[in-house]
């Protein structure tokens, strides 16, 4: 049943032109960030890059799909090497300031986001060096890798392409516009951000002149609001205040949502791992035995049944779907509570429990992540380890997590699939080369494990590439790095009037924007 606040709101905003027409407001729990397209780690930082850049391509949510599709790129050839790949751009694509894209900023921004070495940067570390992205002609964009590299088209869903010009001439000392853009956009995408405050609002305004131009009905201004609070997020959906909320509340919200009527509860199986990664940098988590007793301390099924509602259990870090888009089935059976086992490995590592404290980080409003954290504080009791439970901010566990020295002792994290391939929580997980973010919690860094990942990356044969991913699958979880807890419905609620949302599994990919309308 269509709001009846709601239709008074488009009633009058019909008549204030293209920039009210079709206002909608979505709740988010975590803050944005940032909003710079190099920088961008996280699922509301994507959320706003999404929606205010363009990448190189893009995978094809309107067919069902993770696999990458023409977006700026209309087409692109691989050498048979596979080593040497040539994108022809589209001619008509318009930034914010007028001006028109071409291959030169394609090259700019990928040599942009590898020199400041932040955000995706570790897609391409080791694979491209920046003198080897030119432009061939003013369309055409050619990138020679290192070698072989498996999930290099897929990665560049997250090549987003800024205006190299207008960057350009606003860098200073050497920052690569960085201060720039920590304020403002060079992005070519079917939103302007006009007020941007990191820990309370983002809002976007439709660009006129978007070159896959606009239909009746689209999203032509957002208030992307950021509350964490989760009765407040409920009351405001069910009130009509807002049209859409994130994924990151509670089961049971979402169990009352659906009995609303104007609501709708979108669950879908998710391509998204629910882990609590111990830093393996540090002693006692350092040995082996000692992370084996944490894990089998854990209590899975309640975590999994009654705080996750209804996960499935994690295989090991890769998301049983992604497995299953490339025809393969998991190689690992999931972790179980085993108070026994959690014993045998608490003496064999030789660590008295009543020596060690331990921090377990978790974001400020993440009640399924507070439910996990008392859970497994309880199941450590039993041991006679003591864990602490610290909220804080989402920002400030991402700045924690980029040092070594601040990385905390484990946290709570939801790490949803970042580009189509199992490489995203493999090698973007537990390679050396992507330490430094909230993904890498774990601080591991295993010679073994990180060779096979660079044969599986070079590997041109995709069923031996397979084997290989999986072998690097199976060595990763024997290391117990992480609480490997679940694989998590994917919930997200929405008015009834909402059309257009289609969720495909790939990191903030499902809140495009311009790809929602609002049915009379």
Same mark, same amino acid.
Do not use: C
């Given at each position: ?62 067919? @069902?799909?993770? /696999? ?9 050839? =691989?050498?048979?090497?596979? +080593? *040497?790949? #040539? ?125 896959? @131009?606009?239909? /009746? ?9 950021? =509350?964490?609070?989760?009765? +407040? *997020?409920? #009351? ?285």
């Amino acid at each position: 049943m269509r709001n009846p606040f709601r239709s008074l709101m488009l009633l009058v905003a019909m008549l204030a032109g293209f920039a009210l027409a079709n206002t909608m407001t979505y709740i988010e729990s975590q803050e944005v960030t940032v909003i710079d397209p190099a920088l961008h780690t996280d699922e509301s930082s994507l959320h706003a890059v999404l929606n205010i850049y363009d990448p190189l391509v893009y995978p094809k949510v309107q067919e @069902g799909l993770m /696999e990458p599709g023409p977006h700026l790129a209309e087409s692109w050839s =691989v050498s048979d090497d596979g +080593t *040497v790949y #040539t994108f022809v751009l589209r001619d008509d694509v318009v930034f914010h300031d007028g001006s028109l894209m071409n291959a030169d900023d394609v090259v700019y921004s990928m040599r942009r986001l590898l020199a400041i070495q932040k955000g995706f940067s570790w897609l391409f570390s080791g694979v491209l060096e920046p003198e080897n992205v030119v432009a061939l002609d003013e369309y055409t964009v050619q990138f020679t890798l290192n070698n072989a590299y498996a999930p290099f088209v897929p990665s560049l869903t997250q090549l987003f392409v800024v205006n190299a010009d207008l960057v350009r001439a606003n860098e200073v000392d050497g920052d690569w516009g960085q201060g720039f853009l920590r304020a403002n956009d060079a992005g070519s995408g079917p939103y302007i951000p006009v007020r941007y405050e990191r820990a309370s609002i983002l809002e976007l305004e439709g660009f006129e002149d978007y070159w896959r @131009g606009w239909e /009746e009905g689209q999203i032509t201004r957002v208030l992307y609001r950021v =509350v964490e609070e989760e009765a +407040t *997020v409920r #009351t405001l959906l069910a009130s009509g205040e807002a049209d859409m909320i994130d994924q990151w509340q509670t089961p049971r919200t979402y169990e009352q949502l659906a009995q609303m009527d104007g609501i709708t509860v979108d669950r879908q199986a998710s391509a998204q791992l629910f882990h609590v990664p111990l830093n393996t940098s540090r002693y006692p988590l350092s040995d082996l035995n000692f992370r084996k007793a944490i894990v089998h301390a854990f209590d899975f099924e309640t975590a999994q049944n009654s705080i996750l509602g209804g996960a499935a259990p994690a295989q090991g870090p890769v998301p049983v779907s992604t497995w299953r888009a490339f025809g393969r089935e998991p190689v690992n059976a999931p972790y179980r509570q085993d108070l026994e086992a959690a014993r045998e490995a608490l003496e064999a590592s030789g660590v008295d429990p009543s020596t060690v404290e331990l921090d377990y980080v978790f974001p400020e409003g993440g009640n399924r992540q507070r439910q996990v954290g008392l859970l497994l504080q309880s199941n450590l009791a039993e041991l006679g380890i003591t864990l602490n439970l610290q909220e804080v901010p989402w920002a400030r566990i991402v700045e924690l997590s980029s040092s070594e020295d601040t990385t905390p002792d484990m946290a709570a994290i939801f790490d949803t699939l970042k580009y189509p391939h199992p490489d995203s929580h493999l090698f973007g997980m537990y390679h050396p080369s992507a330490l430094g973010s909230y993904r890498t919690i774990s601080r591991y860094d295993v010679p073994e494990v990180s060779a096979v990942l660079e044969q599986a990356r070079e590997e041109t044969d995709l069923e031996r590439q397979l084997d290989l991913y999986q072998e690097a699958d199976e060595m990763i979880t024997e290391d117990y790095p992480s609480i490997f807890v679940g694989i998590p419905v994917h919930n997200i609620a929405f008015a009834d009037y909402v059309e257009g949302y289609s969720y495909v599994g790939l990191l903030g990919y499902d809140v495009a924007f311009y790809d929602f309308t609002l049915a009379e």
